[in-house]
């Protein structure tokens, strides 16, 4: 399950334990330790959720650092094929012009 999903699973526990705990649903003390218990295991869900959210930030972050090296170096190599494509293009003009001032 995705972490969008199961982060509106966990809301609306959390809404249908509020709902039910305003309503008076169960107001003995069994109950507020049943309600106390579910809390306790809904923070702990969300505690794993955003774990797991932010060990998956670092890994985005880290594919993205590797791309942006990895670009780089294709950049870098593509540049310097344009430089001597350049350069070779510069002196056949410069050859050219040369035969053209001699004859």
Do not use: K, P
């Not at 507020?32 to 579910?38: C, I, K, P, W």
């Not at 170096?73 to 410069?94: C, G, P, S, V, Y």
Request: aromatic residues 4%; proline residues 0%; contains cysteine.
């Amino acid at each position: 399950m995705n972490s969008e999903a199961r982060f509106l699973e966990l809301m609306q526990r959390i809404g249908t334990l509020e709902t039910n705990t305003r309503a008076g649903a169960d107001t003995t003390a069994i109950g507020f330790l049943l309600v106390l218990n579910e809390l306790a295991e809904l923070r702990a869900e969300i505690a794993n959720q955003c774990t797991e959210v932010r060990q998956d930030s670092a890994a985005l972050g880290d594919e993205v650092g590797g791309l942006r090296w990895h670009m780089h170096d294709h950049f870098t190599a593509l540049h310097r094929e344009n430089l001597n494509w350049l350069i070779t293009l510069q002196r056949l003009i410069n050859l050219a012009r040369q035969e053209a001032t001699h004859n």
